[in-house]
């Protein structure tokens, strides 16, 4: 059996007509950060973009993308989400803490700053003017070698970028709380899979912009729905335009293209892969991280003395010691609804309304105190005292 390859890599024998293909390839890449990248007015630049076809869906999002693994309720308010929205995820990275630790932060605006936005100057402005570079330098390329299909494949995949654009730009719905002033404090507590806490103390007005209000919900530019729909429908013919004069120009320009897309599906994956917080422009708040201290078994008892918690239990207390109230756990099903842990969080209440915490300042470091107190050792004796009286068929009135 004889195979056949090429006989040479030249014009004549070379061919790399599936280049095509790599304009639609990338969609992991640029799928995370789409919504984002429609905030800046760069999105209207002529430029190439990998996998155009994320922005041609039928729906729009009508809100940010929200992080809907964590829960976050307000200590004192009530007030409670089963998701964090994206400003306050970007914020904290609370997903990214180890299994069963808590973390303490205060969190305050700077009234003379804008609310957090895209960043004028940040990692997606880079990509999009890398992007425009590109399509400006095949542009140069494609006149350079007399190239007009390539010249065509150059035109309807950049102002394909613009076309998108244009009928995915939005704002954010305009957010300004005025909560009463006898309102209470706007502390909250943020729980994530891992058994991890951060607990944020603020005020009531910045806990419902950042957590509680739906304040990132889009104000499109292009609000009718037919509208965008017919924009997206010029963009998948340009789309296909594009794709069908690159496999008809010559080699040299196909192979500038491969170059082009190759680089920019790289450039947006290193983009999608940053943090999210290097996308905002987070200067209005100040975060600010408290160290917390104490909260572990007292010397001599049985459990080891560690620094951090080592079970959801002890994390959970640390939490109740530190908001000094386990009200606000009651309707988060955060604890087991059973008679034995209804016991222990009364008893973890009491442990630290007993000897509330303390704070100080050491080395320009804010730090937290509170009580040692062997929480499981704690529950374990209650569980021990509960499992016994209904093996014997004790029924406590």
């Excluded at 056949?4 to 969609?27: K, N």
């Amino acid at each position: 059996m004889r195979l056949s390859f090429i006989s040479a890599f030249d014009t004549e024998s070379f061919q790399l007509d599936i280049v095509g293909f790599l304009a639609i390839l990338g969609e992991g890449s640029l799928e995370p950060i789409a919504q984002v990248a429609t905030l800046s007015y760069l999105i209207y630049l002529p430029r190439l973009i990998p996998a155009p076809q994320t922005f041609l869906k039928t729906q729009r999002p009508e809100k940010l993308e929200t992080t809907s693994n964590a829960k976050v309720v307000g200590v004192h308010s009530g007030n409670a989400s089963e998701d964090i929205h994206h400003v306050a995820h970007a914020l904290h990275r609370g997903d990214k803490l180890a299994a069963n630790t808590v973390q303490c932060v205060r969190v305050d605006e700077d009234e003379n700053l804008p609310r957090p936005s895209i960043k004028r100057y940040g990692p997606l402005a880079i990509l999009a003017v890398l992007g425009f570079a590109m399509s400006a330098t095949l542009f140069a390329l494609s006149l350079y070698y007399h190239d007009g299909m390539a010249l065509l494949a150059t035109l309807s995949l950049s102002l394909l970028s613009t076309n998108t654009g244009i009928a995915n730009k939005w704002q954010p719905t305009p957010n300004d709380p005025k909560p009463d002033k006898h309102s209470p404090p706007g502390d909250v507590v943020i729980k994530y899979p891992q058994g991890a806490f951060i607990i944020v103390k603020c005020s009531e007005r910045t806990a419902r912009y950042l957590y509680f209000n739906p304040s990132e919900r889009c104000i499109y530019s292009i609000r009718s729905t037919p509208v965008y729909r017919g924009l997206s429908l010029i963009s998948t013919l340009l789309l296909m335009a594009g794709v069908i004069s690159l496999a008809n120009s010559t080699i040299y320009l196909q192979t500038a293209f491969a170059g082009s897309y190759m680089g920019i599906n790289i450039a947006y994956w290193i983009g999608a892969a940053l943090p999210p917080a290097n996308h905002w422009d987070l200067s209005r708040l100040k975060l600010t991280h408290v160290e917390l201290r104490g909260g572990i078994p007292p010397r001599g008892a049985t459990e080891k003395i560690k620094d951090q918690p080592q079970t959801y239990t002890e994390a959970l207390w640390k939490t109740i010691a530190v908001t000094g109230t386990k009200d606000w756990l009651l309707s988060t099903g955060w604890a087991p609804k059973t008679e034995a842990w209804a016991e222990w969080l009364r008893e973890a209440e009491d442990a630290a309304q007993a000897e509330p915490m303390q704070s100080s300042w050491r080395g320009g470091q804010e730090v937290w105190k509170i009580r040692n107190w062997d929480s499981r050792q704690m529950l374990s004796t209650i569980l021990r005292t509960k499992t016994e009286t209904f093996r014997n068929g004790k029924v406590e009135v």
